[in-house]
């Protein structure tokens, strides 16, 4: 599992991820990779046992006590030696799924997956994490009207997170003005290290830490930098829950940079704290005992900043599992993208019952310039803390591959050193090697002009691809090349074209299904300020000494509490809206222009960004709260969705706990989740018809008629023909059905090929805007209704 924001190393990340994703637990990597000889002896690790409740014996009374006969019943349970590890159960799921977690051998593993009732067992796995004063301006929310002043400003929503943890003591959970939770919640603060239930208040009000799976791995928790309770030692947590949910604060900044007023989305929400990951690490087992006492506890919106590999298929994904258990309580999950992008086929969390968000730029510059030799002016971004202008011109020195062994005072003392793709650490090896300054640029094309602002402790600034290639064209061009660097200390808004995509936000198609376009929307998710442990180095490198209230971070974790936090605001405007219906009002409301009323582009490489990168567009909760008509889809929905994937009867149990007949969904081929978008795959033959059928539910108060218009970007490709043509509402609530009818006029004739399309239904109030991705593929291994 990972949370998802950007990684301070991403060398190292890289390297990590490997090793994790392809070992099943670090003990049973060590053991075979370092120390052979020790496999001998089978070495008990953690697994996660889904169970059918309706199997179980009929003289057991519990499930309880029929997961401990279970354990009895394996041959270690019982021994005498003290030397043999025995199994035993560390958490029970009742919620999110039936079954438990424990540690197992390989061999009772198997013994346990043998017995009726049990649908399978499968290893605990983890992963570390790989991957705002102006960003609730920025999409629109203003305190003086709309949906701030409609919605109380969220008031008494619960907005749950599962993640690193919280720093209680920040500004950003003061609970100033705010009532006590009513007596539907269920939760509580949990007492641990540096922590205890004083530490919440009217706005955090519940705060709880999952550590079994953790330690059942080998990890040691609870050492003086990794407190055993809620408190965060990491930031990501504390920084994504008060983009959600941040009470205003005054005057915050990161050094000065970003300053104003800091609040979340949905700042008079509540906050309850889930704390899953440890040592950068956050187990299954973990993971979905944080979100069973989410649901169980009573939160109302759940923000997941964390991330699976997008190549497991969801009956194997403990986020998509535990999220289906959300949605059936009616709870909005919102849930990052991933940070994989830009290339396609790289985003995760693509369950059709969670909202997945993508990361973009919004309108604000941390503005810098190297002023070089020639006399020209290169511009870039930079945190740097100094106003610093008119400073001396100063060596420069290019260096491909910046480590310890490279940046030597030799080599460097005295000259601004240039990097490709430098993070914090570089800049203290830089620092303490004697060199002047930093000049990180973009090295991979495939990056362009996205600026992920770091935090470097001396005077540094980054340059996109372009201006990084002019800068290393000067270089080349000169002996001795010199350069002064500029920082005027401006953090300027609205110059920029915004949003933008993020290069490094995900892309679709969704891996594991085609036809269901991912991600769902765009929102705020690069160099995003908000609440920081003021324990913890801004830079999360222990050498750093700097701390701060704030902090700036880039990636879909941050972009994730945007949307959680709207959702919010819309929850407690329509409480008995459904999370499919919330999500359908964002996304069918989502803008495609940017703020120069054009189509939003991608950063890397300033050409107009598709639904494959921005879903349906950028997040506007304004418009959200009034969209007209909604797609609403329910829980038997998705369970005949995932009989179109052709799941077995065992895999079926990880979401749905008594079996299912799947022969409705097989029967009718043109059957679809009444989702908001449309994904529509055509395989090898010309004039290949793909039928498709929605509801759309009226949300409005007047009666209504609205008229069907396509904006059909690939007319060339695809003839599309919408049925009927005219819609006409007049109760609340009431339904109405259409069909489209997509029709390739060209057969496939590449592994994949994309165009793109919209299906619109509008009246002079309302336009209910729902993106068309067509794939063209003559791959057949990924999964399709289509063949």
């Not at 609040?263 to 950068?280: E, F, N, Q, S, T």
């Not at 910046?402 to 430098?422: E, F, H, N, R």
């Not at 895999?651 to 449309?678: E, I, K, R, T």
């Amino acid at each position: 599992m990972a949370y998802l924001h950007l990684p301070m190393n991403l060398l190292l990340s890289s390297l990590l991820l490997t090793l994790l994703f392809h070992s099943t637990s670090v003990s049973a990597w060590k053991s075979s990779a370092l120390f052979p000889s020790q496999q001998l002896v089978p070495q008990p690790t953690s697994y996660i046992v889904h169970t059918l409740n309706t199997s179980r014996p009929a003289h057991i009374l519990s499930q309880t006590e029929w997961y401990r006969s279970l354990i009895e019943l394996l041959p270690n349970s019982q021994t005498p030696n003290a030397t043999v590890t025995k199994p035993q159960i560390f958490y029970e799921y009742q919620t999110v799924m039936q079954g438990f977690a424990a540690t197992l051998t390989p061999e009772e593993a198997q013994i346990i997956s043998e017995h009726d009732g049990v649908i399978r067992v499968y290893r605990d796995q983890l992963s570390i994490y790989l991957q705002t004063t102006h960003s609730p301006d920025f999409i629109g929310l203003s305190t003086y009207y709309g949906i701030w002043q409609e919605s109380n400003l969220g008031d008494d929503v619960i907005i749950g997170l599962v993640d690193t943890g919280i720093w209680p003591e920040s500004q950003s959970f003061n609970d100033s003005g705010l009532l006590p939770v009513g007596s539907r919640w269920k939760g509580k603060c949990e007492n641990g290290t540096r922590f205890n239930s004083s530490m919440c208040n009217n706005k955090l009000i519940g705060a709880r830490y999952f550590n079994a799976g953790a330690k059942a791995l080998g990890f040691q928790v609870g050492d003086d930098d990794n407190f055993t309770s809620p408190r965060d030692q990491a930031g990501h947590g504390t920084h994504t829950s008060s983009t959600a949910a941040g009470s205003p604060v005054l005057g915050a900044s990161l050094f000065g940079k970003a300053s104003g007023t800091a609040r979340g989305l949905a700042p008079k929400a509540k906050i309850a704290m889930y704390r899953v990951c440890w040592h950068d690490v956050c187990t299954h087992s973990d993971i979905l005992a944080g979100m069973e006492k989410a649901i169980e506890d009573g939160v109302d919106i759940l923000s997941i900043s964390l991330g699976t590999s997008r190549w497991i298929p969801y009956y194997e994904d403990s986020i998509a599992i535990g999220s289906f258990a959300a949605a059936r309580h009616g709870i909005f999950v919102a849930c990052a993208a991933g940070n994989s992008g830009p290339r396609h086929n790289t985003v995760g969390n693509t369950a059709p019952w969670v909202t997945t968000v993508a990361a973009g730029l919004i309108d604000r510059t941390f503005t810098a310039n190297v002023t070089l030799g020639s006399g020209e002016v290169l511009f870039g971004e930079s945190l740097y803390f100094e106003v610093m202008n008119g400073m001396d011109m100063l060596p420069v020195i290019s260096i491909e591959l910046c480590y310890d062994d490279t940046l030597v005072p030799s080599v460097i003392m005295g000259k601004i050193v240039v990097c490709p793709d430098a993070w914090v650490g570089t800049g203290f090896l830089i620092e303490a090697a004697g060199g002047a300054g930093l000049i990180s640029i973009n090295g991979d094309p495939s990056a362009g002009e996205t600026i992920v602002d770091e935090s470097y402790t001396l005077p540094s600034l980054m340059l996109g691809y372009d201006e990084g290639r002019k800068l290393l064209a000067y270089l080349n061009s000169t002996t001795k090349p010199i350069a002064r660097l500029n920082f005027d200390g401006h953090t300027v808004i609205g110059k920029k074209r915004a949003p933008q995509v993020a290069v490094y936000s995900s892309r679709g198609p969704s891996y594991e299904v085609l036809e269901l376009l991912k991600p769902d929307i765009l929102a705020p998710g690069n160099n995003i300020l908000a609440a920081w442990p003021s324990e913890v180095p801004i830079s999360g490198d222990p050498i750093d000494p700097r701390r701060s209230d704030f902090n700036i971070l880039s990636g879909t974790s941050m972009a994730t509490p945007h949307v959680a936090g709207a959702a919010a605001l819309l929850r407690h405007i329509h409480p008995t809206w459904s999370p499919a219906m919330l999500r359908s009002a964002m996304v069918t409301t989502a803008l495609v222009l940017d703020n120069r009323d054009r189509t939003i582009i991608a950063n890397e490489n300033s050409q107009d960004a598709t639904p494959l990168a921005f879903g349906a567009g950028h997040v506007y909760p304004q418009a959200a709260n009034d969209p007209g008509l909604v797609y609403d889809t329910g829980f038997e929905d998705y369970v005949k969705w995932l009989c179109k994937l052709n799941y077995t009867s065992k895999q079926m149990g990880s979401f749905v706990p008594s079996p299912v007949n799947c022969s409705d969904a097989h029967s009718d081929p043109n059957w679809d989740l009444n989702y908001p978008s449309f994904g529509v795959v055509f395989k090898n033959q010309t004039r290949q018809r793909v039928v498709r059928r929605r509801t759309l539910t009226k949300v409005s108060d007047l009666p209504e008629n609205y008229t069907a218009r396509v904006v059909n970007l690939v007319e060339e490709k695809v003839e599309v023909i919408v049925k009927p043509e005219m819609l006409d509402f007049i109760g609340p609530f009431e339904k109405r059905g259409y069909t489209v009818e997509f029709t390739s006029k060209v057969s496939a004739n590449a592994s994949f090929d994309y165009g793109f399309a919209y299906i619109i239904w509008e009246n002079e109030e309302h336009q209910v805007k729902s993106p068309v991705v067509f794939i063209w593929s003559t791959v057949p291994e990924f999964n399709s209704y289509s063949g």
